[in-house]
Protein backbone atom coordinates (compact mmCIF):
# COMPACT_ATOMS: atom_id res chain seq x y z
CA UNK A 1 0.00 0.00 0.00
CA UNK A 2 1.45 3.57 -0.98
CA UNK A 3 1.45 5.80 1.95
CA UNK A 4 1.80 9.34 1.87
CA UNK A 5 5.17 10.96 2.12
CA UNK A 6 4.22 12.49 5.69
CA UNK A 7 3.97 8.85 7.23
CA UNK A 8 7.07 7.91 5.15
CA UNK A 9 9.19 10.81 6.79
CA UNK A 10 7.66 9.60 10.78
CA UNK A 11 8.79 5.96 9.80
CA UNK A 12 12.34 6.71 8.53
CA UNK A 13 12.88 9.00 12.04
CA UNK A 14 11.67 5.84 13.71
CA UNK A 15 13.93 3.72 11.72
CA UNK A 16 17.22 5.47 12.22
CA UNK A 17 18.82 4.94 15.17
CA UNK A 18 18.98 7.90 17.53
CA UNK A 19 20.71 6.47 20.55
CA UNK A 20 24.85 5.47 20.43
CA UNK A 21 27.04 4.45 23.63
CA UNK A 22 29.70 7.13 24.35
CA UNK A 23 32.96 5.18 24.26
CA UNK A 24 34.72 7.94 25.81
CA UNK A 25 35.59 8.36 29.84
CA UNK A 26 32.90 7.12 31.44
CA UNK A 27 31.18 9.37 34.19
CA UNK A 28 30.72 6.80 37.25
CA UNK A 29 29.26 8.35 40.70
CA UNK A 30 28.61 7.03 43.75
CA UNK A 31 25.16 4.46 44.41
CA UNK A 32 25.04 5.48 47.85
CA UNK A 33 25.08 9.22 47.25
CA UNK A 34 22.65 8.55 43.83
CA UNK A 35 20.39 7.00 45.83
CA UNK A 36 19.62 9.77 48.40
CA UNK A 37 19.75 12.14 45.99
CA UNK A 38 16.92 10.45 43.92
CA UNK A 39 14.89 10.40 47.39
CA UNK A 40 16.25 13.94 47.67
CA UNK A 41 14.44 14.28 43.88
CA UNK A 42 11.25 12.48 44.27
CA UNK A 43 10.56 14.95 47.30
CA UNK A 44 11.37 18.26 45.67
CA UNK A 45 9.09 17.44 42.87
CA UNK A 46 6.21 16.31 45.34
CA UNK A 47 5.80 19.80 45.66
CA UNK A 48 5.53 21.06 42.11
CA UNK A 49 2.57 19.38 40.38
CA UNK A 50 4.29 19.09 36.67
CA UNK A 51 4.15 16.38 33.91
CA UNK A 52 6.62 13.65 34.49
CA UNK A 53 8.20 14.17 30.79
CA UNK A 54 9.41 17.88 32.15
CA UNK A 55 10.97 17.07 35.44
CA UNK A 56 14.31 16.69 33.86
CA UNK A 57 14.32 19.83 31.90
CA UNK A 58 12.92 21.58 35.02
CA UNK A 59 15.66 20.33 37.33
CA UNK A 60 18.29 21.25 34.86
CA UNK A 61 17.50 24.67 35.16
CA UNK A 62 17.22 24.46 38.84
CA UNK A 63 20.62 23.36 39.16
CA UNK A 64 21.51 25.60 36.23
CA UNK A 65 20.16 28.74 38.02
CA UNK A 66 22.18 27.76 40.96
CA UNK A 67 25.16 26.80 39.47
CA UNK A 68 24.99 30.05 37.64
CA UNK A 69 24.62 32.42 41.02
CA UNK A 70 27.69 30.37 42.80
CA UNK A 71 29.97 30.50 39.96
CA UNK A 72 30.94 31.66 36.82
CA UNK A 73 32.99 28.92 34.83
CA UNK A 74 31.12 27.33 32.18
CA UNK A 75 33.45 23.93 32.42
CA UNK A 76 32.81 23.81 35.74
CA UNK A 77 29.34 24.43 35.84
CA UNK A 78 28.64 21.66 32.87
CA UNK A 79 30.61 18.57 35.02
CA UNK A 80 28.74 19.64 38.36
CA UNK A 81 25.08 19.89 36.21
CA UNK A 82 26.38 16.53 34.97
CA UNK A 83 27.05 14.71 37.94
CA UNK A 84 23.87 16.25 39.75
CA UNK A 85 21.79 14.85 36.69
CA UNK A 86 23.89 11.29 36.85
CA UNK A 87 23.28 11.11 40.82
CA UNK A 88 19.51 11.95 40.52
CA UNK A 89 19.18 8.92 37.67
CA UNK A 90 17.85 11.92 35.16
CA UNK A 91 19.75 10.48 32.52
CA UNK A 92 22.11 7.45 32.36
CA UNK A 93 26.21 7.69 31.97
CA UNK A 94 26.40 6.13 28.51
CA UNK A 95 24.80 10.09 27.41
CA UNK A 96 27.58 11.47 28.65
CA UNK A 97 31.77 11.79 27.34
CA UNK A 98 34.14 14.69 27.60
CA UNK A 99 32.50 15.81 24.18
CA UNK A 100 29.25 16.50 25.43
CA UNK A 101 30.57 17.94 28.55
CA UNK A 102 32.31 20.79 26.32
CA UNK A 103 28.89 21.12 24.23
CA UNK A 104 27.28 21.85 27.73
CA UNK A 105 29.98 24.23 28.31
CA UNK A 106 29.95 26.66 25.87
CA UNK A 107 25.77 26.55 25.93
CA UNK A 108 26.27 27.59 29.34
CA UNK A 109 28.94 29.89 28.45
CA UNK A 110 27.10 31.79 25.78
CA UNK A 111 24.27 31.83 28.66
CA UNK A 112 26.15 33.53 30.71
CA UNK A 113 26.94 36.14 28.15
CA UNK A 114 23.39 36.89 28.16
CA UNK A 115 22.35 37.07 31.59
CA UNK A 116 25.39 39.40 32.24
CA UNK A 117 23.91 41.70 29.70
CA UNK A 118 19.80 41.23 31.44
CA UNK A 119 21.67 42.38 34.74
CA UNK A 120 23.53 45.36 33.19
CA UNK A 121 20.37 46.70 31.10
CA UNK A 122 17.88 45.98 32.80
CA UNK A 123 15.88 44.57 29.45
CA UNK A 124 11.87 45.21 30.11
CA UNK A 125 10.29 41.89 29.29
CA UNK A 126 13.22 39.55 29.40
CA UNK A 127 14.60 37.55 32.94
CA UNK A 128 17.37 35.42 33.78
CA UNK A 129 14.37 33.06 34.65
CA UNK A 130 12.73 33.04 31.33
CA UNK A 131 16.52 32.74 29.45
CA UNK A 132 17.23 30.23 31.88
CA UNK A 133 14.82 27.85 31.07
CA UNK A 134 15.47 28.33 26.84
CA UNK A 135 18.90 27.20 28.38
CA UNK A 136 17.53 24.06 29.88
CA UNK A 137 16.14 22.77 27.02
CA UNK A 138 19.00 23.36 24.95
CA UNK A 139 21.21 21.58 27.47
CA UNK A 140 18.46 19.08 27.57
CA UNK A 141 18.36 18.05 24.00
CA UNK A 142 22.05 17.65 23.65
CA UNK A 143 22.07 15.05 26.51
CA UNK A 144 18.87 13.04 25.09
CA UNK A 145 18.03 12.96 21.31
CA UNK A 146 14.73 14.87 20.55
CA UNK A 147 14.33 13.68 17.24
CA UNK A 148 11.53 11.18 17.65
CA UNK A 149 9.35 13.60 19.91
CA UNK A 150 10.11 16.50 17.47
CA UNK A 151 8.99 13.84 14.07
CA UNK A 152 5.78 13.50 16.21
CA UNK A 153 4.99 17.10 16.78
CA UNK A 154 5.60 18.08 13.22
CA UNK A 155 3.72 15.11 12.08
CA UNK A 156 0.73 16.38 14.05
CA UNK A 157 1.24 19.80 12.86
CA UNK A 158 1.52 18.95 9.39
CA UNK A 159 -1.53 17.59 9.40
CA UNK A 160 -4.04 19.92 11.41
CA UNK A 161 -2.53 22.90 9.91
CA UNK A 162 -4.56 23.10 6.90
CA UNK A 163 -7.44 22.33 8.93
CA UNK A 164 -6.62 25.97 10.48
CA UNK A 165 -8.96 28.16 8.32
CA UNK A 166 -8.76 31.94 9.20
CA UNK A 167 -7.96 33.26 5.87
CA UNK A 168 -7.49 37.38 7.42
CA UNK A 169 -4.54 36.41 9.78
CA UNK A 170 -1.31 37.02 8.59
CA UNK A 171 -0.09 33.19 7.40
CA UNK A 172 3.26 33.19 9.30
CA UNK A 173 1.60 34.40 12.70
CA UNK A 174 -0.84 31.77 11.63
CA UNK A 175 1.58 29.12 11.55
CA UNK A 176 3.28 29.90 14.81
CA UNK A 177 0.27 30.04 17.32
CA UNK A 178 -0.64 26.14 15.31
CA UNK A 179 2.50 24.83 16.12
CA UNK A 180 2.08 26.75 19.68
CA UNK A 181 -0.91 24.94 20.17
CA UNK A 182 0.54 21.40 18.98
CA UNK A 183 3.47 21.72 21.09
CA UNK A 184 0.88 22.81 24.04
CA UNK A 185 -1.93 20.22 23.39
CA UNK A 186 -0.23 17.14 22.23
CA UNK A 187 3.13 17.39 23.87
CA UNK A 188 2.52 19.31 26.87
CA UNK A 189 5.33 21.00 26.71
CA UNK A 190 5.91 23.97 29.30
CA UNK A 191 7.15 27.37 28.01
CA UNK A 192 10.30 27.38 27.92
CA UNK A 193 9.93 24.10 25.40
CA UNK A 194 7.88 25.94 23.13
CA UNK A 195 9.82 29.01 23.07
CA UNK A 196 12.94 27.08 22.50
CA UNK A 197 11.28 24.80 19.65
CA UNK A 198 10.24 27.73 18.11
CA UNK A 199 14.03 29.82 18.28
CA UNK A 200 15.34 27.00 16.70
CA UNK A 201 12.84 27.96 13.56
CA UNK A 202 12.86 31.43 13.45
CA UNK A 203 16.78 32.34 14.80
CA UNK A 204 18.19 29.09 13.68
CA UNK A 205 21.76 30.26 13.98
CA UNK A 206 20.98 30.85 17.78
CA UNK A 207 21.68 27.44 18.83
CA UNK A 208 25.19 27.47 16.94
CA UNK A 209 26.65 30.71 18.26
CA UNK A 210 29.20 30.69 20.49
CA UNK A 211 30.79 32.82 23.68
CA UNK A 212 32.61 34.18 20.61
CA UNK A 213 29.97 35.85 18.77
CA UNK A 214 26.70 35.56 21.11
CA UNK A 215 27.05 39.24 22.59
CA UNK A 216 26.28 41.21 19.35
CA UNK A 217 22.96 38.70 18.63
CA UNK A 218 21.17 38.92 21.97
CA UNK A 219 19.11 41.81 21.19
CA UNK A 220 17.85 39.75 18.05
CA UNK A 221 17.30 36.65 20.95
CA UNK A 222 15.41 38.73 22.69
CA UNK A 223 13.09 40.59 20.15
CA UNK A 224 12.12 36.34 18.94
CA UNK A 225 11.79 35.97 22.31
CA UNK A 226 9.44 38.54 22.85
CA UNK A 227 7.56 37.80 19.68
CA UNK A 228 7.28 34.09 20.70
CA UNK A 229 5.59 35.02 23.73
CA UNK A 230 3.31 37.38 22.47
CA UNK A 231 2.13 34.75 20.18
CA UNK A 232 1.82 32.28 22.76
CA UNK A 233 -0.49 34.45 25.21
CA UNK A 234 -2.70 35.33 21.89
CA UNK A 235 -6.44 34.36 22.65
CA UNK A 236 -6.35 32.76 19.49
CA UNK A 237 -3.29 30.21 20.25
CA UNK A 238 -5.52 29.17 23.11
CA UNK A 239 -8.77 28.91 21.37
CA UNK A 240 -6.60 26.26 18.75
CA UNK A 241 -5.45 24.61 21.55
CA UNK A 242 -8.67 24.21 22.63
CA UNK A 243 -10.01 22.68 19.00
CA UNK A 244 -7.01 20.39 19.13
CA UNK A 245 -7.36 18.64 21.95
CA UNK A 246 -10.92 16.95 20.70
CA UNK A 247 -8.34 16.09 17.32
CA UNK A 248 -5.80 14.08 19.71
CA UNK A 249 -7.26 10.64 20.42
CA UNK A 250 -5.96 9.11 17.52
CA UNK A 251 -2.60 11.04 17.11
CA UNK A 252 -1.95 9.96 20.66
CA UNK A 253 -2.44 6.24 20.37
CA UNK A 254 -0.69 5.86 16.87
CA UNK A 255 2.27 7.88 19.04
CA UNK A 256 2.07 5.01 21.55
CA UNK A 257 1.88 2.54 18.29
CA UNK A 258 5.16 4.16 17.03
CA UNK A 259 7.39 4.19 20.07
CA UNK A 260 6.35 0.36 20.68
CA UNK A 261 6.80 -0.76 17.26
CA UNK A 262 9.87 1.56 16.03
CA UNK A 263 11.49 -0.83 13.95
CA UNK A 264 8.23 -2.79 12.63
CA UNK A 265 5.70 0.04 12.33
CA UNK A 266 5.81 0.49 8.72
CA UNK A 267 5.98 -3.75 7.83
CA UNK A 268 2.51 -3.73 10.33
CA UNK A 269 0.64 -0.60 8.42
CA UNK A 270 1.19 -2.01 5.16
CA UNK A 271 -1.03 -4.79 6.51
CA UNK A 272 -4.08 -3.34 7.11
CA UNK A 273 -5.99 -5.67 8.74
CA UNK A 274 -2.45 -6.24 11.08
CA UNK A 275 -2.73 -2.95 11.63
CA UNK A 276 -6.49 -2.82 12.94
CA UNK A 277 -5.37 -5.38 15.09
CA UNK A 278 -2.37 -4.09 16.59
CA UNK A 279 -4.10 -1.09 17.17
CA UNK A 280 -7.33 -2.77 19.03
CA UNK A 281 -4.83 -4.88 21.00
CA UNK A 282 -3.13 -1.33 22.36
CA UNK A 283 -5.99 0.36 22.59
CA UNK A 284 -6.95 -2.54 25.00
CA UNK A 285 -3.91 -2.18 27.03
CA UNK A 286 -3.93 1.48 27.34
CA UNK A 287 -7.57 1.30 28.79
CA UNK A 288 -5.90 -1.25 31.06
CA UNK A 289 -3.74 1.22 31.88
CA UNK A 290 -6.04 4.18 33.05
CA UNK A 291 -6.63 3.00 36.34
CA UNK A 292 -2.91 2.59 37.39
CA UNK A 293 -2.54 6.47 36.11
CA UNK A 294 -6.01 7.79 38.08
CA UNK A 295 -4.89 6.13 40.88
CA UNK A 296 -0.80 7.47 40.86
CA UNK A 297 -3.11 10.78 39.87
CA UNK A 298 -4.60 10.78 43.32
CA UNK A 299 -1.34 9.98 44.60
CA UNK A 300 0.51 12.56 43.68
CA UNK A 301 -2.10 15.50 44.35
CA UNK A 302 -2.37 13.83 47.92
CA UNK A 303 0.82 14.37 48.09
CA UNK A 304 0.90 17.81 46.69
CA UNK A 305 -1.62 19.84 48.56
CA UNK A 306 -0.57 18.21 51.65
CA UNK A 307 3.17 18.92 51.11
CA UNK A 308 2.71 22.26 49.65
CA UNK A 309 -1.18 23.41 51.29
CA UNK A 310 -2.44 21.41 54.45
CA UNK A 311 0.66 21.97 56.54
CA UNK A 312 0.15 25.72 56.14
CA UNK A 313 -3.10 25.21 57.05
CA UNK A 314 -3.02 23.75 60.10
CA UNK A 315 -0.28 25.90 61.13
CA UNK A 316 -2.79 28.62 60.12
CA UNK A 317 -6.60 27.19 61.87
CA UNK A 318 -4.72 26.01 65.02
CA UNK A 319 -3.64 28.90 66.30
CA UNK A 320 -6.57 30.78 64.95
CA UNK A 321 -8.88 28.22 67.07
CA UNK A 322 -6.26 28.74 70.23
CA UNK A 323 -7.21 32.60 69.74
CA UNK A 324 -10.80 32.71 69.46
CA UNK A 325 -12.27 29.80 71.26
CA UNK A 326 -9.32 29.25 73.31
CA UNK A 327 -9.25 25.69 72.58
CA UNK A 328 -8.56 23.41 69.38
CA UNK A 329 -12.06 22.54 67.72
CA UNK A 330 -10.78 19.07 66.82
CA UNK A 331 -14.37 18.18 64.66
CA UNK A 332 -12.99 20.76 61.84
CA UNK A 333 -9.64 20.32 62.03
CA UNK A 334 -10.37 16.52 61.54
CA UNK A 335 -12.49 17.18 58.31
CA UNK A 336 -10.30 19.33 56.65
CA UNK A 337 -7.52 16.85 57.20
CA UNK A 338 -9.45 14.04 56.04
CA UNK A 339 -12.41 15.03 53.54
CA UNK A 340 -10.37 16.39 50.89
CA UNK A 341 -8.66 13.14 49.82
CA UNK A 342 -12.00 11.43 50.21
CA UNK A 343 -13.49 13.60 48.11
CA UNK A 344 -10.48 13.35 45.52
CA UNK A 345 -10.75 9.40 45.76
CA UNK A 346 -14.26 9.53 45.79
CA UNK A 347 -14.82 11.69 42.67
CA UNK A 348 -12.24 9.62 40.95
CA UNK A 349 -14.42 6.27 41.49
CA UNK A 350 -16.85 7.61 39.14
CA UNK A 351 -13.88 7.48 36.29
CA UNK A 352 -14.68 4.32 34.07
CA UNK A 353 -12.93 3.35 30.86
CA UNK A 354 -13.95 3.78 27.04
CA UNK A 355 -16.12 0.85 25.62
CA UNK A 356 -15.48 -0.86 22.02
CA UNK A 357 -17.60 1.60 19.85
CA UNK A 358 -15.05 4.47 21.48
CA UNK A 359 -12.54 1.81 20.06
CA UNK A 360 -13.97 1.45 16.73
CA UNK A 361 -14.23 5.16 15.69
CA UNK A 362 -10.59 5.53 16.98
CA UNK A 363 -8.99 2.88 14.95
CA UNK A 364 -10.71 4.20 11.70
CA UNK A 365 -9.82 7.96 12.26
CA UNK A 366 -5.76 6.57 12.49
CA UNK A 367 -6.97 4.49 9.50
CA UNK A 368 -8.04 7.79 7.56
CA UNK A 369 -4.81 9.73 9.12
CA UNK A 370 -2.33 7.18 8.03
CA UNK A 371 -4.08 6.08 4.81
CA UNK A 372 -5.87 8.95 3.44
CA UNK A 373 -4.63 12.13 5.23
CA UNK A 374 -6.21 14.43 2.53
CA UNK A 375 -9.35 13.39 3.71
CA UNK A 376 -8.73 14.15 7.41
CA UNK A 377 -7.19 17.10 6.31
CA UNK A 378 -10.35 18.28 4.13
CA UNK A 379 -12.91 16.64 6.84
CA UNK A 380 -15.68 19.13 8.16
CA UNK A 381 -14.12 20.00 11.08
CA UNK A 382 -12.02 22.56 10.51
CA UNK A 383 -11.45 25.32 12.84
CA UNK A 384 -12.69 28.71 12.25
CA UNK A 385 -13.65 32.11 13.70
CA UNK A 386 -17.52 32.29 13.62
CA UNK A 387 -19.11 35.67 14.39
CA UNK A 388 -20.29 35.74 18.00
CA UNK A 389 -24.73 35.96 17.73
CA UNK A 390 -25.17 38.67 19.61
CA UNK A 391 -28.47 38.23 22.04
CA UNK A 392 -27.36 40.56 24.91
CA UNK A 393 -31.00 39.76 26.87
CA UNK A 394 -29.86 36.27 26.91
CA UNK A 395 -26.44 36.90 27.67
CA UNK A 396 -27.47 38.87 30.76
CA UNK A 397 -29.84 35.84 32.07
CA UNK A 398 -27.03 33.58 31.31
CA UNK A 399 -24.42 35.83 33.63
CA UNK A 400 -27.20 36.39 35.95
CA UNK A 401 -27.54 32.34 36.28
CA UNK A 402 -23.84 31.95 36.80
CA UNK A 403 -23.88 34.23 39.40
CA UNK A 404 -26.11 32.88 41.60
CA UNK A 405 -24.42 29.48 41.01
CA UNK A 406 -21.56 30.86 42.54
CA UNK A 407 -23.89 32.33 45.47
CA UNK A 408 -25.98 28.94 46.04
CA UNK A 409 -22.93 26.50 45.94
CA UNK A 410 -21.08 28.52 48.30
CA UNK A 411 -23.46 29.85 49.97
CA UNK A 412 -24.47 26.42 50.63
CA UNK A 413 -21.19 25.39 51.98
CA UNK A 414 -20.76 27.79 54.54
CA UNK A 415 -24.16 26.84 55.91
CA UNK A 416 -23.57 22.71 56.44
CA UNK A 417 -20.01 24.45 57.99
CA UNK A 418 -21.73 26.64 60.13
CA UNK A 419 -24.23 23.73 61.37
CA UNK A 420 -20.64 21.52 61.92
CA UNK A 421 -19.62 24.94 63.96
CA UNK A 422 -16.80 25.58 61.29
CA UNK A 423 -15.29 29.01 62.58
CA UNK A 424 -14.72 31.71 59.66
CA UNK A 425 -10.85 30.58 59.46
CA UNK A 426 -11.81 26.73 59.10
CA UNK A 427 -14.63 27.33 56.49
CA UNK A 428 -12.01 29.43 54.26
CA UNK A 429 -9.78 26.35 54.79
CA UNK A 430 -12.54 24.16 53.87
CA UNK A 431 -13.87 26.15 50.86
CA UNK A 432 -9.64 26.41 49.85
CA UNK A 433 -9.13 22.55 50.20
CA UNK A 434 -12.07 21.62 48.22
CA UNK A 435 -11.41 24.18 44.97
CA UNK A 436 -8.18 22.73 44.61
CA UNK A 437 -8.88 18.57 45.00
CA UNK A 438 -11.84 19.56 42.65
CA UNK A 439 -9.61 20.77 40.34
CA UNK A 440 -7.12 18.04 40.50
CA UNK A 441 -9.82 15.90 40.49
CA UNK A 442 -10.92 17.42 36.76
CA UNK A 443 -7.45 17.10 35.38
CA UNK A 444 -6.98 13.52 36.37
CA UNK A 445 -10.53 12.85 34.56
CA UNK A 446 -9.45 14.45 31.88
CA UNK A 447 -6.03 12.69 31.65
CA UNK A 448 -8.03 9.58 32.18
CA UNK A 449 -10.13 9.99 28.87
CA UNK A 450 -7.54 11.28 26.64
CA UNK A 451 -8.22 8.62 24.26
CA UNK A 452 -11.94 8.89 24.20
CA UNK A 453 -13.56 9.89 20.61
CA UNK A 454 -17.18 9.53 21.65
CA UNK A 455 -18.09 12.05 24.04
CA UNK A 456 -19.62 10.51 27.11
CA UNK A 457 -22.29 12.66 28.93
CA UNK A 458 -24.65 11.51 31.57
CA UNK A 459 -28.69 12.67 32.44
CA UNK A 460 -27.86 14.99 34.83
CA UNK A 461 -24.15 15.84 33.93
CA UNK A 462 -25.25 19.25 32.75
CA UNK A 463 -26.93 20.11 36.35
CA UNK A 464 -23.98 19.30 38.59
CA UNK A 465 -21.53 20.94 36.11
CA UNK A 466 -23.89 24.30 36.97
CA UNK A 467 -23.19 23.69 40.80
CA UNK A 468 -19.40 22.34 40.58
CA UNK A 469 -18.17 25.04 37.84
CA UNK A 470 -17.83 27.54 40.54
CA UNK A 471 -15.90 25.49 42.73
CA UNK A 472 -13.82 24.43 39.63
CA UNK A 473 -13.39 28.17 39.30
CA UNK A 474 -12.30 28.93 42.15
CA UNK A 475 -9.67 25.56 42.34
CA UNK A 476 -8.15 27.01 39.00
CA UNK A 477 -7.80 30.72 40.09
CA UNK A 478 -6.07 29.15 43.65
CA UNK A 479 -4.27 26.70 41.70
CA UNK A 480 -2.51 29.72 39.67
CA UNK A 481 -2.14 32.30 42.29
CA UNK A 482 -0.15 29.78 45.13
CA UNK A 483 2.31 28.84 42.47
CA UNK A 484 3.63 31.64 42.99
CA UNK A 485 3.84 31.66 46.49
CA UNK A 486 5.15 27.89 46.86
CA UNK A 487 6.85 28.16 50.44
CA UNK A 488 7.98 24.55 49.72
CA UNK A 489 9.59 25.41 46.39
CA UNK A 490 11.32 27.73 48.39
CA UNK A 491 12.35 25.79 50.89
CA UNK A 492 13.94 23.19 48.58
CA UNK A 493 15.82 25.30 46.14
CA UNK A 494 16.82 27.93 48.34
CA UNK A 495 17.61 26.60 51.69
CA UNK A 496 17.99 23.17 51.06
CA UNK A 497 19.43 22.27 47.74
CA UNK A 498 22.61 24.38 48.28
CA UNK A 499 24.20 22.80 51.54
CA UNK A 500 22.34 19.45 51.09
CA UNK A 501 24.13 18.95 46.94
CA UNK A 502 27.63 20.43 48.81
CA UNK A 503 27.00 17.21 51.27
CA UNK A 504 26.74 14.81 48.57
CA UNK A 505 29.96 15.88 46.63
CA UNK A 506 31.77 15.49 49.62
CA UNK A 507 30.71 12.01 50.26
CA UNK A 508 31.10 11.53 46.52
CA UNK A 509 35.03 12.46 46.80
CA UNK A 510 35.16 10.61 49.73
CA UNK A 511 34.10 7.72 48.37
CA UNK A 512 36.13 7.82 45.25
CA UNK A 513 39.61 8.43 47.49
CA UNK A 514 38.72 5.43 49.97
CA UNK A 515 38.08 3.28 46.41
CA UNK A 516 41.55 4.78 44.93
CA UNK A 517 43.60 3.56 48.49
CA UNK A 518 41.58 0.51 48.22
CA UNK A 519 42.59 -0.33 44.48
CA UNK A 520 46.45 0.81 45.59
CA UNK A 521 46.26 -1.79 47.99
CA UNK A 522 44.96 -4.69 46.13
Known sequence: MQLSPLVQALFDVFETPTHIAKEARAFAVSRTVSTFAVIYEKARNAVEFRAEHLVRRAAIERILKRR???????????????????????????????????????????YLIVKNHIQATRHKGITWEMVAGIASAEIDEIMVSPT????????????VRPKILIPSYNEELLNMMTYIAVERAYAQSDEALITFHLLKMIDSDWTKRTTSDAEEHIEQLFTSIQHISQSSKNALTVSIAKYLRKQLPPFLLLRDFMFEHEKDARSIVEDET??????????????????????????????????????????????????????IDWIPLLINLIFPPVLLALIASFISVPGPDNTKRLIDRIKTIVYHPESYQKASDAFTLTPKRKRP???????LFYVSAFALT?????????????????????????????????????????????????????????????????????????????FFIFLFDFILEAPLKVIFEVVEEWI????????EII
Open 68 to 110: TTLGNDPRAIAENLTVELLWAKYIDSSLIDDDTIATIAQIIGK
Open 148 to 159: KREALVNFVYQL
Open 274 to 327: KFEETLNILASKRYEQIGVKVRRGIVRSIVYIFLTKMILAILLEVPVDTWITKK
Open 393 to 399: LLSAVFS
Open 410 to 486: FGFIGYILSILHFNFASQIIFVFFVALVSLFAYRIRQSAREYEVVERQGILEPLMDFFFLPILYAGDLLSKEIAKIN
Open 512 to 519: RFIRTKKE
